[in-house]
C-alpha cells in the first residue's frame, strides 16, 4: 500500500477575497507498516493536512494517490467509499456520539458500510476487546474516561478494517500515563500492515514513531527515519471487494429513534401537538360516515326503500327549499292533477303508481285513549310507502284500524294495541271524529328519534269517511322493482319539477349542517396541521443544528449524504408515526365521548369510526412529517465536515 502526495497546496478563503495559504506545495510518500508522527507548531497546518488525506475537504490543489489513484479526481461516491473503507479517523476530543453507547458507537461505521447485525456486533465487541473496553460495551460515551473514549475512537477507526489510520492529536486532551496507553495501542496498528499518521506537539510520543515530518507555516522542513517500519506494506491490499450498500431504512430509523429517546420530553410535546390536526381529520371523516349511516338507516326505519314519495312543490317562497323545517310542515300539500299523474306514471322503471292523502299540522289532530289526550302531527293514508316491515308491533290497520307512531305513546307504547280510541281532526273549523282501534305500531319502540312529529296512518277510505268528503291525492307513491332503480326515479321525479318526501328535504338539510359542519373542522384540521407541520420543521432544524458536530463525525467515518439525509428522515418519520398514533387514540377517545352523549340523546352512535379513516389519518400525519423533514434533512446532508467538526 503506497500513499503519495505531490505538490499539495491549499489555501483558505477569508472574508469576500482574501486567502490564507496554509499548505504550500507538500510532497510526501508513505507506505503501510509505518508509523509517522507529525509535529509542528499551533497553525502550522498539521489538521488541514490530515483532512485533506482523510478526503474530508477537496477543495486544494495537487494529487494525492492511493495505489497510483488520485483522490482528487473521485467522485463524491468514490470519497464517500474511500473515507468509509480506507480511512480510520482518530480525534482529539474523541467525537464519540453522546447518545449511542459504546458498541453502537464503534458498529456505526459498519452501519454505514451495510454489514450484517450479527457480523457487526461480532467484530465490533473483537476490537473492543482488543483495546481493552470488553467489559465497557453497554456504558455511554459520558460514563467513560478520557483514555476510555479514546480507545473507543480507536475501536471504531479500526472497525472497517481501514488501510489508513488518521489520529489528529489523539493524545492531546489526555494525561501522560494515558497517552502512553493510547500510544501502545496505536504502535501495534502498523503491525498489521496499515499506515498511522499522528499529529502530536509530544516529543516522547513522537519519538516512538518510525518516522517524524516537521511542518512549519505550510511546508515541510523536516523528515526524519527513526526506525524501519513497523510492519510490512504488503499485508494490507486495500478493501477493495468491501459491500457498499447505503444505510437501510430501518438502521436509519433506529439511529434517530436512539437519538429521540435522549430528548423525551421535546418528542413527546411535539408529537401532541402535531396530533391536534390529525385527531380533528379523523373524527371529521368519521362523525361524517355516522351521521350518514344514522340518517340512512332512520330513513330505512320509516319508510319503504323501495318506494319513492311525491310532492307538488311548494308554492311560497318560489319553490325554493324552505328555510326552516317548521314552515315545510305547516305548509299544506297541493293536490295533483291528471295531467302530473300521467307524467309520473310516464318515468321508467316505475312499477305502481299509488295514490295517497296527508296533512300535516301542529294543532288539528289528537287521539283520545281513555282520559288521556295525544296530540299528533301528520294523518296520512295507508300506502305502499308503509309495510309491515314498518310495522314495530301488531299488523298493518284493516277497515276501522290506525297504525301509531310508537313514539306518540312516551310510556310503554305497546300497552295500546289493540286499544280503541277516539280520533279528533279538525278541518275548516269543524271537529270530526271517529272511533278506531289501534292496530299497530310504527316507527322503533324504544326509538325517540323524531319524537315531536308523530304520525298517525289509517286507510284511504277511512280518511274520506273521517272527512265527509273526497280527498284529491296530494302525495303520490311510486314504487320500483329493485332499489337500484330508486335513485333514477327519485332522478326523473327532481326533473320534473316536484318534490321528494318531507324526510328528505330534512336529509338534505342536515346534509347541508354536516357539510358546514365537515368545512368548520376540514380548516381547523388543515391549519393545525400547517402549524403541526412548521413545529415539526423547526425541531428537526433545531435537531441539526445541536447535531453539527455528529453529522461531521459520521461524515468523517463515511457518511454519504443519502445516508444522513435518512437518518434525519427517519426522526421526522418517528414523529409523523408517533403523533399519528397519538392523534388516533385521542380521537377514538373522543369519539366514544361524543357517542355517549348521542346514545343518550338519539340512541345512536354518532361517530363511526372506519379502518380507511384512521389509516388515512396516520398516512397524513406520516406525510406531512416527512415533508415538514426534507429541508432539515437537505440541510444535514449539505453540511461541511471540515466545519461541523470544528464546531465546539
Ligand atoms: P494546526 O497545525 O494547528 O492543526 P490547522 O491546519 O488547523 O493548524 O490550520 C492551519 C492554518 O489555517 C491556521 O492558521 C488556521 O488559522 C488556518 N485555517 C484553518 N481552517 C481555516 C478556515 N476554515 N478558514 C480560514 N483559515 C483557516
Ligand atoms: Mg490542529
Same mark, same amino acid.
Do not use: C
Given at each position: 500500500?503506497?500513499?503519495?502526495?505531490?505538490?499539495?497546496?491549499k489555501?483558505?478563503?477569508?472574508?469576500?477575497?482574501?486567502?490564507?495559504t496554509?499548505?504550500?506545495?507538500?510532497s510526501?510518500?508513505?507506505q503501510?507498516?509505518?508509523?509517522?508522527?507529525?509535529?509542528?507548531?499551533?497553525?502550522?497546518?498539521?489538521?488541514?493536512?490530515?483532512?485533506?488525506?482523510?478526503?474530508?475537504?477537496r477543495?486544494y490543489?495537487?494529487?494525492?494517490?492511493?495505489?497510483?489513484?488520485?483522490?482528487?479526481?473521485?467522485?463524491?461516491?468514490?470519497?464517500?467509499?474511500?473515507?468509509?473503507n480506507?480511512?480510520?479517523f482518530?480525534?482529539?476530543?474523541?467525537?464519540?456520539?453522546?447518545?449511542?453507547?459504546?458498541?453502537?458507537?464503534?458498529?456505526?461505521?459498519?452501519?454505514?458500510?451495510?454489514?450484517?447485525?450479527?457480523?457487526?456486533?461480532?467484530?465490533?465487541?473483537?476490537?473492543?476487546?482488543?483495546?481493552?473496553?470488553?467489559?465497557?460495551?453497554?456504558?455511554?460515551?459520558?460514563?467513560?474516561?478520557?483514555?476510555?473514549?479514546?480507545?473507543?475512537?480507536?475501536?471504531?477507526?479500526?472497525?472497517?478494517?481501514?488501510?489508513?489510520?488518521?489520529?489528529?492529536?489523539?493524545?492531546?486532551?489526555?494525561?501522560?500515563?494515558?497517552?502512553?496507553?493510547?500510544?501502545?495501542?496505536?504502535?501495534?496498528?502498523?503491525?498489521?500492515?496499515?499506515?498511522?499518521?499522528?499529529v502530536?506537539?509530544?516529543?516522547?510520543?513522537?519519538?516512538?514513531?518510525?518516522?517524524?515530518?516537521?511542518?512549519?507555516?505550510?511546508?515541510?522542513?523536516?523528515?526524519?527515519?527513526?526506525?524501519?517500519?513497523?510492519?510490512?506494506?504488503?499485508?494490507?491490499?486495500?478493501?477493495?471487494?468491501?459491500?457498499?450498500?447505503?444505510?437501510?431504512?430501518?438502521?436509519?430509523?433506529?439511529?434517530?429513534?436512539?437519538?429521540?429517546?435522549?430528548?423525551?420530553?421535546?418528542?413527546?410535546?411535539v408529537?401532541?401537538?402535531?396530533?391536534i390536526?390529525?385527531?380533528?381529520?379523523?373524527?371529521?371523516?368519521?362523525?361524517?360516515?355516522?351521521?350518514?349511516?344514522?340518517?340512512?338507516?332512520?330513513?330505512?326505519?320509516?319508510?319503504?326503500?323501495?318506494?319513492?314519495?311525491?310532492?307538488?312543490?311548494?308554492?311560497?317562497?318560489?319553490?325554493?327549499?324552505?328555510?326552516?323545517?317548521?314552515?315545510?310542515?305547516?305548509?299544506?300539500?297541493?293536490?295533483?292533477?291528471?295531467?302530473d299523474?300521467?307524467?309520473?306514471?310516464?318515468?321508467?322503471?316505475?312499477?305502481?303508481?299509488?295514490?295517497?292523502w *296527508?296533512?300535516?299540522?301542529? +294543532?288539528?289532530?289528537?287521539?283520545? =285513549?281513555? #282520559? !288521556?289526550e295525544? @296530540?299528533?302531527?301528520?294523518? %296520512?293514508s295507508?300506502?305502499?310507502?308503509?309495510t309491515?316491515?314498518?310495522?314495530?308491533?301488531?299488523?298493518?290497520?284493516?277497515?276501522?284500524?290506525?297504525?301509531?307512531?310508537?313514539?306518540?305513546?312516551?310510556?310503554?307504547?305497546?300497552?295500546?294495541?289493540?286499544?280503541?280510541?277516539?280520533?279528533?281532526w279538525?278541518?275548516?273549523?269543524?271537529?270530526?271524529?271517529?272511533?278506531?282501534?289501534?292496530?299497530?305500531?310504527?316507527?322503533?319502540?324504544?326509538?325517540?328519534?323524531?319524537?315531536?312529529?308523530?304520525?298517525?296512518?289509517?286507510?284511504?277510505?277511512?280518511?274520506e269517511?273521517?272527512?265527509?268528503? *273526497?280527498?284529491?291525492a296530494? +302525495?303520490?307513491?311510486?314504487?320500483? =322493482?329493485? #332499489? !337500484?332503480?330508486? @335513485?333514477?326515479?327519485?332522478? %326523473?321525479?327532481?326533473?320534473?319539477?316536484?318534490?321528494?318526501?318531507?324526510?328528505?328535504?330534512l336529509?338534505?338539510m342536515?346534509?347541508?349542517?354536516?357539510?358546514?359542519?365537515?368545512?368548520?373542522?376540514?380548516?381547523?384540521?388543515?391549519?393545525?396541521?400547517v402549524?403541526?407541520?412548521?413545529?415539526?420543521?423547526?425541531?428537526?432544524?433545531?435537531?441539526?443544528?445541536?447535531?453539527?458536530?455528529?453529522?461531521?463525525?459520521?461524515?468523517?467515518?463515511?457518511?454519504?449524504?443519502?445516508?444522513?439525509?435518512?437518518?434525519?428522515?427517519?426522526e421526522?418519520?418517528?414523529i409523523?408515526?408517533?403523533?399519528?398514533?397519538?392523534?388516533?387514540?385521542?380521537?377514538?377517545?373522543?369519539?366514544?365521548?361524543?357517542?355517549?352523549?348521542?346514545?343518550?340523546?338519539?340512541?345512536?352512535?354518532?361517530?363511526?369510526?372506519?379502518?380507511?379513516?384512521?389509516?388515512?389519518?396516520?398516512?397524513?400525519?406520516?406525510?406531512?412529517?416527512?415533508?415538514?423533514?426534507?429541508?432539515?434533512?437537505?440541510?444535514?446532508?449539505?453540511?461541511?465536515?471540515?466545519?461541523?467538526?470544528?464546531?465546539?
Amino acid at each position: 500500500m503506497k500513499l503519495q502526495i505531490r505538490n499539495v497546496s491549499k489555501e483558505y478563503r477569508i472574508g469576500r477575497d482574501r486567502r490564507f495559504t496554509a499548505l504550500r506545495e507538500v510532497s510526501l510518500d508513505f507506505q503501510g507498516g509505518e508509523l509517522i508522527s507529525i509535529l509542528g507548531e499551533s497553525g502550522s497546518g498539521k489538521s488541514t493536512l490530515m483532512n485533506l488525506l482523510g478526503g474530508l475537504d477537496r477543495d486544494y490543489q495537487g494529487e494525492i494517490r492511493l495505489n497510483g489513484q488520485d483522490i482528487h479526481k473521485y467522485s463524491e461516491k468514490e470519497l464517500d467509499h474511500y473515507r468509509r473503507n480506507r480511512i480510520g479517523f482518530i480525534f482529539q476530543s474523541f467525537n464519540l456520539i453522546p447518545h449511542l453507547s459504546v458498541l453502537d458507537n464503534v458498529t456505526i461505521a459498519m452501519t454505514l458500510s451495510g454489514a450484517s447485525q450479527e457480523e457487526r456486533e461480532e467484530r465490533a465487541r473483537e476490537i473492543l476487546e482488543e483495546v481493552g473496553l470488553g467489559d465497557q460495551l453497554r456504558k455511554k460515551p459520558s460514563q467513560l474516561s478520557g483514555g476510555q473514549k479514546q480507545r473507543v475512537a480507536i475501536a471504531r477507526a479500526l472497525i472497517n478494517d481501514p488501510d489508513i489510520i488518521l489520529a489528529d492529536e489523539p493524545t492531546g486532551s489526555l494525561d501522560t500515563e494515558t497517552s502512553a496507553q493510547i500510544l501502545e495501542i496505536l504502535r501495534k496498528i502498523p503491525a498489521m500492515g496499515k499506515l498511522v499518521i499522528m499529529v502530536t506537539h509530544s516529543q516522547q510520543v513522537a519519538a516512538l514513531s518510525s518516522r517524524i515530518i516537521r511542518i512549519s507555516d505550510g511546508r515541510i522542513v523536516e523528515d526524519r527515519k527513526v526506525t524501519e517500519p513497523l510492519g510490512t506494506s504488503e499485508l494490507v491490499q486495500g478493501g477493495s471487494g468491501k459491500k457498499n450498500k447505503t444505510l437501510s431504512f430501518l438502521a436509519a430509523t433506529r439511529l434517530a429513534l436512539k437519538n429521540m429517546a435522549e430528548k423525551p420530553g421535546r418528542n413527546i410535546l411535539v408529537s401532541l401537538g402535531a396530533s391536534i390536526g390529525i385527531t380533528s381529520v379523523i373524527l371529521m371523516l368519521s362523525i361524517g360516515s355516522g351521521v350518514k349511516e344514522y340518517m340512512t338507516s332512520t330513513m330505512n326505519q320509516y319508510v319503504n326503500p323501495l318506494v319513492v314519495e311525491v310532492n307538488m312543490k311548494a308554492e311560497e317562497g318560489g319553490g325554493s327549499e324552505p328555510a326552516n323545517p317548521g314552515s315545510l310542515m305547516m305548509a299544506e300539500k297541493k293536490p295533483f292533477e291528471e295531467a302530473d299523474l300521467e307524467k309520473l306514471a310516464a318515468i321508467p322503471k316505475v312499477s305502481l303508481l299509488e295514490k295517497a292523502w *296527508s296533512s300535516t299540522s301542529f +294543532t288539528d289532530f289528537k287521539i283520545t =285513549a281513555g #282520559e !288521556e289526550e295525544y @296530540p299528533f302531527q301528520n294523518l %296520512a293514508s295507508l300506502s305502499a310507502n308503509i309495510t309491515s316491515e314498518n310495522v314495530a308491533a301488531g299488523s298493518l290497520p284493516g277497515e276501522g284500524e290506525i297504525l301509531v307512531a310508537a313514539s306518540l305513546f312516551p310510556e310503554d307504547p305497546e300497552s295500546h294495541l289493540g286499544e280503541e280510541i277516539t280520533l279528533t281532526w279538525r278541518l275548516e273549523g269543524k271537529e270530526k271524529t271517529g272511533t278506531y282501534r289501534i292496530s299497530g305500531l310504527f316507527g322503533e319502540i324504544s326509538s325517540t328519534g323524531m319524537e315531536n312529529f308523530h304520525y298517525v296512518y289509517m286507510n284511504y277510505q277511512d280518511l274520506e269517511d273521517l272527512a265527509g268528503s *273526497s280527498l284529491a291525492a296530494n +302525495t303520490i307513491y311510486l314504487s320500483a =322493482a329493485s #332499489e !337500484e332503480d330508486v @335513485p333514477g326515479i327519485k332522478e %326523473a321525479v327532481a326533473d320534473l319539477g316536484y318534490e321528494g318526501s318531507m324526510e328528505e328535504k330534512l336529509l338534505a338539510m342536515f346534509t347541508e349542517m354536516l357539510d358546514v359542519m365537515t368545512y368548520i373542522l376540514t380548516a381547523i384540521a388543515a391549519i393545525s396541521l400547517v402549524v403541526s407541520a412548521i413545529m415539526i420543521l423547526v425541531v428537526l432544524y433545531i435537531s441539526v443544528v445541536e447535531r453539527t458536530r455528529e453529522i461531521g463525525v459520521l461524515k468523517a467515518i463515511g457518511a454519504r449524504r443519502k445516508d444522513i439525509r435518512s437518518i434525519f428522515l427517519g426522526e421526522s418519520f418517528l414523529i409523523g408515526l408517533s403523533s399519528g398514533l397519538v392523534g388516533v387514540i385521542s380521537a377514538v377517545l373522543l369519539g366514544q365521548l361524543i357517542n355517549s352523549f348521542t346514545q343518550r340523546l338519539y340512541d345512536t352512535d354518532l361517530v363511526l369510526f372506519t379502518l380507511s379513516a384512521i389509516l388515512f389519518g396516520l398516512g397524513v400525519s406520516i406525510t406531512i412529517s416527512i415533508l415538514a423533514g426534507i429541508s432539515p434533512a437537505a440541510r444535514a446532508a449539505r453540511l461541511d465536515p471540515v466545519e461541523s467538526l470544528r464546531r465546539e
